[in-house]
């Protein structure tokens, strides 16, 4: 690791290119170094060049935020923290764990004897997954020739005059 230079014996260029506030940007840094990335990884992921990572992470702001963050994380290992951390939300833990039962489910009522229980859980199933049925109207329209039209007049006439006839 590099020997880090007080803040009196850097040159005055370098000091006036170090930052005077905190940026998410500057936080994105902190969180990368202290989760052990290389300086040169920091750079390629934030997009800024390595010399500008150098110089934000020796700026004495820097230093301070990255030892209080430091700080923070190692007392909430001590206090056992971590674990509540890397376990996650229990409630969506149970629920991913309930939707694997629900998914079983399905697939026993998939396999059932009623055609209609298996088509709706399909349905559902391909709902569930992106597939849903289209329910675009389609409009069809049918040209009628004057021959077919001729033809559809006397069997109308017929069935009315039969009606009448026999009523």
Known sequence: MPTVKPQELKAISTIDLQPDKMSSKIQLIIAMDIAGFSGNSISEATGLCVSRVSIIRNSPMYMQERERKWNDLSSQVIDKKSGLIAA??????????????????????????????QKSTADSILDRSGYKAKTDKTIVSVEVTEKMADRFERVLTRSVTHTVESG
């Open 88 to 117: 996650g939300d229990p409630v969506e833990a149970r629920l991913k764990k309930l939707a694997m039962v629900a998914v079983e489910k399905y697939a026993v009522l998939l396999d059932g004897k009623s055609e209609f229980v």
